[in-house]
């Protein structure tokens, strides 16, 4: 499964992103995806999972109520929508898929494959 990830950039503190991640070479609804997190120094951490269907989401608390997983089969996408965006959301972005569902869906090990990663910046 190749994934790749794209949308981040430079945004105002409160401002607003969608990042996509398109997957291909294997049938993407049968695949769970997730999107994780890193600042520099400091290691890769969950923000949001899908199941296969779409019929679970899981996020990580400080963007509960702020970012939206969601997914579009017929495109083989993953879509991260981020609103209300706070400078402490400035990381690279990754975006990762793992057949079915992962062991642990908060757990980066337990993904299988991984996208190359987009910067998003907020700007205080």
């Known amino acids: 499964v190749q994934l790749q990830a794209s949308g981040g950039g430079l945004v105002q503190a409160g401002g607003s992103l969608r990042l996509s991640c398109v997957t291909s070479?294997?049938?993407?609804?049968?695949?769970?995806m997730g999107w994780f997190r890193r600042v520099p120094g400091k290691e890769r951490e969950f923000v949001a999972a899908?199941?296969?269907?779409?019929?679970?989401?899981y996020y990580e608390d400080s963007v509960k109520g702020r970012f939206t997983i969601s997914r579009d089969n017929a495109k083989s996408t993953v879509y991260l929508e981020m609103t209300s965006l706070k400078p402490e959301d400035t990381a690279v972005y990754y975006c990762a898929a793992d057949l079915l569902r992962p062991r642990d869906w908060y757990k980066e090990a337990d993904y299988e494959y991984w996208g190359q990663g987009t910067q998003v910046t907020v700007s205080s």
């Open positions: 070479g294997r049938t993407f609804s049968s695949y769970a």
């Open positions: 899908i199941s296969y269907n779409g019929d679970r989401t």
